[in-house]
């Protein structure tokens, strides 16, 4: 049995209630839910924005899954939480721009959407995801 770390960086926003940033156990990487927050100022950016909200979270995400040794890459599944179905086709775009950069084999992460309430009147989005680390290999 793999032992448990507890992941955590600076260069994403710490969290604000008792969880972690990302476990890794075994062979797997879980990242917390993120939102659009800046973790140099720890305050939420873009207000009404989804696309922008979009990019800082996936980059939140992604500063997690690094500190954990993985890359985006290696991320077997997104989860993104939208409080507004309007905002689906801009938060969709910005998601594209990321992975594309991100993910250069083209083998794509699968995604789950859900359309919720958000802890955070300014969050319009959060994403969490789960990584198998070294797997782009």
């Given amino acids: 049995m793999t032992g448990t770390t507890v992941i955590r960086t600076e260069a994403a926003p710490a969290p604000a209630h008792t969880f972690s940033q990302g476990i890794r156990k075994g062979g797997l990487l879980q990242v917390s839910g993120q939102g659009p927050m800046d973790p140099a100022t720890n305050q939420y ?68 959407t859900v359309f919720t309430g958000l802890p955070h009147p300014e969050m319009l989005v959060e994403i969490d995801a789960l990584a198998v680390p070294g797997s782009d290999a």
Wanted: glycine fraction near 8%; aromatic fraction near 8%; hydrophobic fraction near 40%.
């Fill in 45 to 112: 950016i873009a207000e009404g924005d989804v696309h922008a909200q979009t990019l800082r979270t996936l980059e939140n995400v992604r500063a997690i899954l690094e500190a954990g040794g993985a890359s985006v890459s290696d991320v077997l599944m997104f989860r993104v939480y939208l409080t507004d179905q309007q905002d689906f086709t801009r938060m969709n775009e910005a998601y594209g721009e990321f992975v594309r950069t991100h993910v250069p084999s083209g083998e794509l992460p699968c995604r789950t």
